[in-house]
DNA sequence: GGCGTTATACTCGGATACCACGTGTCCGAGTACCCCCGG
DNA sequence: CCGGGGGTACTCGGACACGTGGTATCCGAGTATAACGCC
């Protein structure tokens, strides 16, 4: 029951990318730049960002001045959404239903409504989901200490 | 971020010893009996069974007529306490500090406060155990269809 | 018949292999840019 | 000076090894039981 350590760094990837397209909408970040900019390793948070991509947060581009930017404003991406794009979006708990199972296995007549635990787990998940999903990168960005983004955006622009 | 499947294992094994409990405060189930109970591989779950007697859930007692039982009544025994037993309680995210690191270290003096994302996240883990936290495997028992311990302890209650 | 001893069978408990997923790395396909050449 | 073409360098994107943790299994240590023999 471990988030990937990816996790931390497709986060704050996230953030970055939102600093960067609050000056300029259309400016990209390789991956490369973000790897030095944070000191991981490029080519496997690549892979992550991919990940991204994929889930449809992120856009790439290829060729020079290619790169990340961000899919949709960053106001209207949430964390559980980024979370699950690197994570996958399998339940942390499923039901095998092993109490129709074995020796002591329940009639199904008494099995119409849902396994009691499994009920409860999928709501326990259920608040974590919606913890992540009632914050987005936006307001994460908004509560970076002022003139952080900035200095972000000046050590992110690529040499003209 | 996935639970381990013997997670489900121990929150119905919890519940059966629970329901056990109800008619004989002292009465044991082995493992091998608990195993056959829900078609689980038997060594397997004495392994997970171990681990509540480390976490202070069960108390195991060895030789004939001997196996597990609660070591405190159903009502103080919360499903976190018993899904951290089989798991773990290590966070699901931890954060890094991956923002003091690379090129874009922010200086340490604007790091006084702790790094956003990780409160958001480390508030969305707390959210999933406090809901966790919030039952009991009494409160389980409780749930069931009527009946039903009765007939759990008649399959379980071992020959004398 | 009662009691002590012994043998037994059953239990937990920990140490040992196997497999999947996350981690890390690499190389290839594609493209926008930049330079050079010709008009 | 301006436009077109080619080369180049940079980017993403997917395919290939390695390590850790969950899964599964086994065998040994310990004990309450039950039977047995003796008093």
Redesign the pocket.
């Known amino acids: 029951m471990k988030l ?3 996790t931390e760094w497709v986060l704050h990837a996230a953030t970055a990318l939102a600093q960067l397209a609050q000056f300029d909408q259309g400016s990209t970040a ?4 973000l790897a030095e900019h944070y000191d991981l ?1 490029a ?2 948070l ?2 992550q ?2 990940a991204l ?1 994929r889930a449809g947060l992120l856009s ?9 930017r961000l899919a949709r404003p960053a106001d209207q991406i949430t964390l559980l959404q980024v979370v699950e794009a690197v ?2 979006e399998s339940p942390f708990y499923t039901c095998r239903e092993i109490r129709q199972r074995g020796r002591g296995a329940v009639p199904p007549e008494q099995c119409r409504e849902a396994c009691g635990l499994a009920a409860l787990m999928a709501a326990a998940e259920a608040a974590w989901r919606a913890s992540l999903a009632a914050t987005t990168i936006a307001d994460v960005v908004a509560a970076l200490p002022p003139g952080l983004p900035g200095r972000t955006r000046s050590l992110l622009a690529r040499p003209r």
């Open positions: 990937p350590e990816s390789s991956a490369a730049q390793p080519a496997y690549a892979k960002l991919q991509v790439g581009s290829t060729g020079p001045r290619g790169g990340f994570d996958g």
